[in-house]
């Protein structure tokens, strides 16, 4: 079961962007964790797809500005538009969770 648990969570890494409506530019790591070891190791081995999944979320963000961004509430946001478009993305399985595991805005 723990074993289970490891493979569940997968590090998609760094990303950097500019978010135009708020004007700044972010640095995120995501961490995600899936509902299963299962969906984790196949993530795992389609990385640069998931990868393009999560940052396709944070380009395509609307309607936040950076006072956003500094709020739980903004970044509670953040992490619900990563989590929809990997769900959209993933063939079976589901997003448990996101992590931001470095969130730096300029």
């Given at each position: 079961e723990l074993a289970e648990l490891k493979h569940a969570s997968v590090d998609l890494g760094e990303f950097r962007g500019r978010l135009v409506q708020a004007g700044t530019d972010i640095e995120l790591e995501v961490v995600v964790e899936f509902d299963s070891?299962?969906?984790?190791?196949?993530?795992?081995?389609?990385?640069?797809?998931?990868?393009?999944?999560?940052?396709?979320?944070?380009?395509?963000?609307?309607?936040?500005?950076?006072?956003?961004?500094?709020?739980?509430?903004?970044?509670?946001?953040?992490?619900?538009q990563i989590r929809a478009h990997l769900d959209d993305w993933l063939p079976s399985g589901r997003v448990k969770s996101i992590y931001f595991s470095k969130f730096v805005l300029h």
């Open positions: 070891g299962t969906t984790g190791r196949w993530v795992h081995e389609n990385l640069e797809p998931a990868r393009s999944a999560a940052l396709g979320a944070v380009a395509t963000v609307t309607g936040i500005t950076r006072a956003d961004l500094l709020s739980s509430e903004g970044k509670a946001r953040l992490r619900e």
